[in-house]
């Protein structure tokens, strides 16, 4: 691991390829955009709308934060985590995912 070895982020598809059973991955993109394409099995919460969704998993649930880039999933993860939830994860953008969208 080198020294900036931080700034790089997480990669969505080695991310991805982890999940174990019971991983919430939720995307934060807004309605149209999850419409025009997402990661099989995803959840859509727009980040402009979270404070209103409701979260029906456990405060401990895995969870795994993603959006089009990394910016709005960084947040979500901050607000979820100012929420209880104890062990979500910001796994970057789906545009660096290399793996087949569902509509």
Known sequence: M????FL???DINTEIASLEEGTV??????ADEFGAGHIPGAVNAPLSALSQFHFPWA???PIRVYCLAGTRSRRAVSFLQSQ????VKNIG????YKGRLEK
Not at 2 to 5: I, M, P, S
Not at 84 to 87: A, D, L
């Open 93 to 96: 953008g789906v545009t660096s």
């Open 2 to 5: 080198g020294f900036f070895d």
């Open 25 to 30: 991955l939720l995307d934060v993109r807004e």
């Open 84 to 87: 209880g939830f104890t062990n």
């Open 59 to 61: 405060k401990d649930t």
């Open 8 to 10: 790089k982020g997480n």
